[in-house]
C-alpha cells in the first residue's frame, strides 16, 4: 500500500510544473483577452445600436436598401449573417441554415470565455493541493521554510486560476446576451422576409 501511496505522491507531485505553466499561460491569456474583449464590446454595442434603428424602422418598400444602409466592413457576427440573410431572401431553407450557422459561429467565439471559467479552478485547485503534500511533509519535520514554500504556491495558484475563471464567467456572460440579442434580431429579418416575400 505504502509502495502504491508512494507512485501516486510523485505522480501529483509531478504534475505540479505543467500545472503552474498552465496556469500562467491562462493568466496570459485572460489578460489579452479581457483588451480584445473591451474593443469587441464597443463593437457590439454599435452594431446592436445600428440594427435596432433599422429594424425598428423596417418596411417592405425601404427593405430592398437595407443592405446599403449596413456598415459596409464591419466584422461583427451580426452584420455579416443579416447580409447572408438577405441574399438568401428567396430561400428559408437557406434562411435557416445560415441561423444555424450564426450559432456555431457564436459558440465558437465564446468558448475562450468558456475554457476560462471551467480550467481556471481546475487548474488553481490542483495547484492548491498538489503542494499541500510537501506543506504537511515539512510540517511534519519541522521544516517551515519548506512548509511556508509550498503554502506560498497553494495560495498563489489558487488566486490565478479564480482570476482567469472570473475573466471568463464575465466575459461569457456578456457575449451570451448581446448574442442572444443579435439572434433574435436576425431570426426577425428571416420572419419578416417569409411574411412579405413567401417562402
Known amino acids: ?13 509531478g504534475l505540479l510544473i505543467p500545472v503552474v505553466v498552465l496556469l500562467i499561460f491562462f493568466f496570459l491569456r485572460a489578460l489579452l483577452f ?18 435596432s434603428k433599422e429594424l425598428d424602422n423596417l418596411t417592405v418598400e425601404n427593405f430592398a436598401s437595407l443592405q446599403e444602409r449596413l ?11 443579416l447580409n447572408k440573410l438577405i441574399d ?14 450564426y450559432e456555431i459561429a457564436v459558440s465558437a ?9 471551467k480550467m481556471g ?24 521554510s519548506t512548509m511556508a514554500y509550498n503554502m ?11 482570476f482567469a475563471a472570473a475573466i471568463g464567467f464575465i466575459t461569457q456572460q456578456t457575449k451570451q446576451r448581446w448574442y442572444k440579442r443579435n439572434l433574435s434580431s436576425l431570426e426577425f429579418v428571416s420572419q419578416f422576409i417569409s411574411e412579405n416575400f413567401g417562402k
Open 109 to 117: 467565439d465564446i468558448s475562450t470565455s468558456k475554457t476560462l471559467s
Open 34 to 51: 479581457v483588451i480584445n474583449f473591451f474593443a469587441q464590446f464597443q463593437s457590439a454595442a454599435k452594431t446592436s445600436a445600428t440594427l
Open 152 to 162: 506560498q504556491v497553494a495560495f498563489a495558484t489558487t488566486v490565478v486560476g479564480l
Open 121 to 144: 479552478p481546475m487548474l488553481g485547485l490542483m495547484g492548491t493541493l498538489i503542494p499541500m503534500g510537501p506543506a504537511l511533509v515539512g510540517l511534519s519535520t519541522g521544516d517551515i
Open 71 to 81: 456598415p459596409k466592413k464591419s466584422k461583427a457576427l451580426a452584420i455579416i449573417y
Open 1 to 13: 500500500m505504502n509502495y502504491i501511496s508512494d507512485i501516486l505522491f510523485m505522480i501529483s507531485t
Open 88 to 101: 438568401a431572401k428567396g430561400s428559408e431553407a437557406k434562411r435557416e441554415k445560415i441561423l444555424n450557422e
